[in-house]
T-cell receptor
């Protein structure tokens, strides 16, 4: 398929474990975003990449959250020492242009993380 | 502090009638507004957008209205179809930094056949 894909779709982690969530954006898309969506809430911005450069990480809730996009395509969101409050759906989105000015963001299906 | 508010968590409409989904915002710096639709177990999909220089944008059955003085926007779906049943998110962004969308909490629309 040509859309944004994410893996795994579901992840259950014990409190304190590290997790890694993968995002494959649409081929050729310059911009990549991560969002966190808690139950009953809208998506909340976490971080933004333009190619391999992480231009904005202001939404990352703590230093346990780390994202990378080393070759400007696939991205990984890593959460260290998971806590119960990290339980949420993590959404990845990509868009064609830089800075996504008036450019539609295409979302993946998300990874539902449950921390027990 | 919720900068984008969707005060109706759910809405039911009869097929063929008009659906009106509302969204209020508090940040006067917001310059670009979008609506996304989300089906269960899928990511949000873009529906329609509007820039603050306009007060209306239309795309087929979907029309978005923007009232800047009231800091209010609405999405009209006419006529509503059962396939429109989904959660609708309103989102807003400032310029510069247009990429950072601030989303509302969503409204679940159910179109009854």
């Amino acid at each position: 398929g040509a859309g944004v894909s994410q893996s795994p779709r579901y992840k259950v982690a014990k409190r304190g474990q590290d997790v890694a969530l993968r995002c494959d954006p649409i081929s050729g898309h310059v911009s990549l975003f991560w969002y966190q969506q808690a139950l009953g809430q809208g998506p909340e911005f976490l971080t933004y990449f333009q190619n391999e450069a992480q231009l904005d990480k202001s939404g990352l809730p703590s230093d346990r959250f780390f994202a990378e996009r080393p070759e400007g395509s696939v991205s990984t969101l890593k959460i260290q020492r998971t806590q119960q409050e990290d339980s949420a759906v993590y959404l990845c989105a990509s868009s064609l242009g830089a800075l996504a000015v008036s450019s539609e963001q295409y979302f993946g299906p998300g990874t539902r993380l449950t921390v027990t | 502090d919720q900068q984008v508010k969707q005060n109706s968590p759910s809405l039911s409409v009869q097929e063929g009638r008009i659906s009106i989904l509302n969204c209020d915002y508090t940040n006067s710096m917001f310059d670009y507004f979008l609506w996304y639709k989300k089906y269960p177990a899928e990511g949000p999909t873009f529906l329609i957008s509007i820039s603050s220089i306009k007060d209306k944008n239309e795309d087929g059955r979907f029309t978005v209205f923007l009232n800047k003085s009231a800091k209010h926007l609405s999405l009209h779906i006419v006529p509503s179809q059962p396939g429109d049943s989904a959660v609708y998110f309103c989102a807003a962004s400032e310029i510069p930094g247009t990429y950072k969308y601030i989303f509302g909490t969503g409204t679940r629309l159910k179109v009854l056949a």
